[in-house]
């Protein structure tokens, strides 16, 4: 006789579990028109290829400098920015300089064509800045007053001036090219990203992707270019003033191609959150630049990172977003909430209750010591964390009536990481 004529068994399994919020996908948004959807996600340059993107593309562009690093992301979504209202702009402008001086300088079209140019100072800045636009003969660089104007002569399209050898303070002008809309309609499509970079980051992008970024829990990369540094100042400060701790900068004087925050963010979300610090990383692609003293003394007052060479070693510094607080810790404490709010909705739904009584404060309870365990074996918080309980008679009536659990805590210390070293020493014959 069969087993089953006398004894019934029926099995389910609660184990549903939450989707899990990433962090480790980047989404590069750029203006394209290889497709006209809001995003596609790559895990490899080739795919990008076979959708026909060049490698003069700035999504491909963008993408290359993550898909460098090794390791790297196995997966960079790559958004779609619609075409913007407004061309590509910059400046060089000459003023102050004299003679002896040269202006030096290569633009770089969208297709990659080259337009070097190098002149003397002749008798001003202004009669300087006439002489360079005609030695470029290029009808997108033109003079006006000290100034070189830069135009890529159609709307959402990026050049790149480069090899700024001599005298001139370059600042990317381009407008608001709405890259929050086309964040926004990404996110809502599936928010299966953590961080952003984008094609242009001149100082209007930079302030509107960052306050999305502020708004949305994202991580945002900027990557400025200019040859003075206390000209990205006000925008730097702004971040700072408005405690922004979701945007940083990594700022470069002469490699604008190699699109340094996508990179960093390569290298940085290939590593699981509480493995490594963001400072003292090298980037696969990009150059150094060689600040001066004066330099580096504006740049960590207004909290933007730099790309240095120490030792003969090339290096992220300070590692730290705009507000003051470390990448990595803000990217951290995200993970660390993400991760418990996905444990106590599991909680919630493998079970048909859990019931208002010290038992089910205990189920509680239970889920976050066990994701505050995970966090310290994962190194983003040391030994050490204590968890308190009320007790169900401590529960006002009114929460427990709405059925709100309230008095369940945590303290725990983050491990941080160490930058810099002081050892003091005594050596005796």
């Known amino acids: 006789m069969d087993l089953s004529t006398i004894v019934t068994i029926n099995i389910s399994l609660a184990t549903v579990s939450p989707s899990r919020a990433s962090f480790g996908v980047p989404l590069l948004l750029a203006h394209h028109t290889r497709n ?73 079209e969208a297709d990659g064509t080259e337009t070097d140019v190098d002149v003397a100072y002749v008798t001003s800045p202004t009669a300087t800045a006439t002489a360079a636009a005609a030695a470029a003969a290029n009808a997108k660089i033109t003079a ?10 159609a709307n959402g399209v990026r050049c790149y001036v480069k090899d700024i050898t001599g005298f001139g303070a370059y600042t990317d002008t381009t407008g608001d090219w709405a890259y929050d809309t086309a964040l926004t309609a990404i996110y809502n499509a599936d928010p299966g990203f953590y961080a952003v970079a984008i094609d242009v980051d001149s100082a209007a992008n930079v302030a509107d992707v960052a306050a999305w970024a502020l708004t949305n829990k994202r991580l945002f990369g900027a990557s400025p270019q200019y040859t003075n540094p206390a000209d990205y100042t006000s ?24 699109h340094p925050a996508a990179g960093w963010l390569g290298v940085i979300l290939a590593k699981d959150p509480g493995k490594a610090t963001t400072a003292f990383k090298s980037i696969a692609g990009l150059t150094t630049d060689a600040w001066t003293a004066a330099n580096l003394t ?25 507000g003051g607080e470390w990448i990595d810790v803000t990217r951290d404490v995200d993970w660390l909430e993400a991760r418990l709010a996905e444990r106590l909705l599991a909680l919630q739904v493998n079970n048909d209750k859990v019931p208002f009584t010290n038992a089910g404060i205990s189920m509680v309870v239970n889920e976050v010591r066990g994701q505050l365990a995970e966090a310290e ?53």
Request: net charge negative; charged share 20%.
């Open 235 to 258: 925008t730097a400060n702004a971040l700072r003033t408005a405690d922004n701790d979701r945007a940083f900068s990594l700022i470069t004087r002469d490699d604008p191609e190699a």
């Open 377 to 429: 074996a994962a190194g983003v918080i040391d030994s050490g964390w204590e968890v308190t309980r009320p007790d169900v008679l401590d529960v006002s009536d009114a929460n427990r009536i709405a059925r709100n659990l309230t008095g369940v805590e945590f303290e725990a210390r983050l491990a941080g990481a160490v930058h810099t070293v002081t050892i003091n020493g005594r050596i005796t014959a």
């Open 298 to 322: 504006t740049l960590d007052t207004d909290n933007t990172n730099y790309y240095v060479e120490t030792n003969a070693v090339p290096l992220t510094y300070p590692g730290k977003t705009h």
């Open 144 to 153: 006006s007053t000290t100034k070189l104007i830069f135009d890529s002569g």
């Open 36 to 108: 006209v959807d809001l995003f596609r996600d790559y895990t490899s340059l080739a795919g990008m290829v076979a959708d026909n993107f060049t490698v003069n593309d700035q999504a491909y562009k963008l993408a290359a400098a993550a898909f460098s690093q090794r390791p790297r992301p196995p997966i960079v979504r790559l958004g779609r920015l619609p075409t913007p209202a407004t061309d590509w702009l910059a400046e060089l402008d000459l003023v102050g300089m004299v003679s002896g001086q040269r202006c030096t300088f290569t633009f770089v």
